[in-house]
């Protein structure tokens, strides 16, 4: 990782509905996975986040902390007019870079706030310029759901060409 950049790093779940992608969000960002009540169905997409440590390049006990942006989604079946599954595999990205003497961030004041929509118009936007890498999850239990997984791989493959 280039030391020069923001320390930030954007995963986007994708999958059919009720294939688990909120409760892996839920789990991933809050350590806790709730069995008694499934989450509800997600209709618009959802910016959650979680500070990791990750090893160094080698020095020994040396670590760089990272901002993990995880982008939880609604399932291709609901789509519409005013929200497309195709807008969330797009890679598209500029590189950031932090000025030399800041050696520690808080994200939020160097760059605009995220934005999660609370209704079908709603503006979003996420910290991130892009996508960095993709989850694609799916129900071991409906074959559907695994169609629908592999339809969204090549979605991405699609945008990943394309990009190159």
């Not at 160097?110 to 960095?132: C, L, T």
């Amino acid at each position: 990782m280039d030391p020069e950049a923001f320390p930030l790093l954007r995963v986007t779940l994708l999958g059919s509905s009720s294939s688990g992608k909120t409760s892996i969000a839920d789990c991933f960002v809050n350590n806790v996975q709730d069995r008694a009540t499934p989450p509800p169905s997600t209709q618009l997409p959802r910016l959650l986040y979680r500070v990791l440590r990750l090893p160094g390049d080698g020095e020994a006990g040396s670590s760089r902390r990272v901002l993990f942006e995880l982008e939880d989604t609604f399932a291709p079946q609901k789509e519409n007019s005013s929200k497309s599954i195709r807008a969330l595999a797009d890679m598209k990205r500029k590189q950031v870079a932090l000025p030399r003497h800041v050696r520690d961030f808080t994200p939020f004041s160097i760059w605009r706030p995220p934005i999660n929509p609370q209704a079908e118009n709603d503006k979003y936007r996420s910290i991130a310029h892009g996508r960095m890498g993709f989850l694609i999850v799916f129900d071991v239990n409906d074959p559907s759901s695994f169609t629908v997984a592999s339809e969204l791989l090549d979605l991405v493959r699609d945008f990943a060409e394309y990009r190159n």
